[in-house]
């Protein structure tokens, strides 16, 4: 996607005097239609949320396709998870890619560098930073394979990862936040393949309860206080299952706190 923006479009437009012309892709998703597993699994959202950074300063929008899986140039739909289009399936339980976009929209707009390194590092684990006013900084870290047979989990590609977020205010406490996107949190399919029984499509009125129930972003682990070192450095270590999405949020304990 991006590569034929960066080589063919733009190249195209500035040929004929078009250079400063925003491109714009409107339609962009996982797979070409409904009925594909991977569409409602954890790796889909992570798929989405690698294609959105790779965009990024590449074109100037980049719109999902589509918000939901009632697609009535498909017909009915056959089941709760039939592999659809949408960020949102029937009930408006909200999938995986959603909280994607959703962990994407958190993030500020002031962008921090960042440096990568180890096995996998750029390829299989990526990341965005950002930081705010307040001095609260953000880190939006996932790890995928392009490799679509693995959708469902991969061992030899999960990844210890250690977090390392410098130019804070040394000494200071931070509260420190995880959310997580991966087969055990934020992850309607899991929740329904717990509850079905066999190949049940559609849910009673019971699962349709736990399904609201379950339909939330869920934390890694507890919001815990941790120290900036004297160099203002705060270490997080974690692991990333391949396909997992992690969002971790430091924000000044104390208001007072100089966004450093």
């Not at 399936?89 to 962990?103: C, F, H, Q, S």
């Amino acid at each position: 996607m991006t590569c034929v923006a960066r080589h063919f479009i733009r190249p195209s437009l500035e040929r004929y005097g078009r250079g400063g012309t925003p491109i714009w892709w409107t339609e962009w998703g996982v797979t070409p239609t409904h009925f594909y597993e991977v569409s409602d699994a954890v790796f889909s959202g992570v798929f989405l949320l690698r294609g959105m950074a790779s965009s990024m300063g590449r074109i100037e929008a980049l719109s999902y396709w589509v918000v939901s899986d009632h697609f009535e140039e498909l017909g009915r739909p056959p089941a709760l998870l039939h592999g659809g289009f949408g960020l949102r399936t029937i009930g408006e339980l909200r999938k995986p890619r959603w909280w994607a976009l959703a962990l994407l929209k958190r993030l500020d707009e002031r962008r921090l560098p960042v440096t990568l390194a180890g096995d996998g590092a750029g390829s299989l684990v990526e990341t965005l930073a950002t930081r705010s006013e307040d001095g609260a900084v953000s880190v939006l870290a996932w790890n995928m394979t392009l490799d679509q047979t693995k959708a469902a989990g991969s061992e030899p590609h999960d990844r210890d990862v250690t977090v390392r977020v410098d130019g804070l205010v040394a000494g200071a406490s931070y509260t420190l936040t995880h959310d997580r996107v991966d087969a055990d949190h934020s992850n309607v399919a899991g929740t329904w393949g717990a509850l079905r029984d066999g190949d049940q499509a559609w849910p009673d009125e019971e699962q349709w309860a736990a399904l609201r129930a379950a339909d939330r972003l869920e934390a890694l682990e507890e919001p815990r206080e941790v120290l900036a070192d004297a160099d203002g450095t705060v270490t997080v270590t974690t692991t990333l299952p391949m396909p997992s999405i992690s969002f971790l949020h430091l924000a000044p304990a104390d208001p007072a706190t100089p966004a450093g």
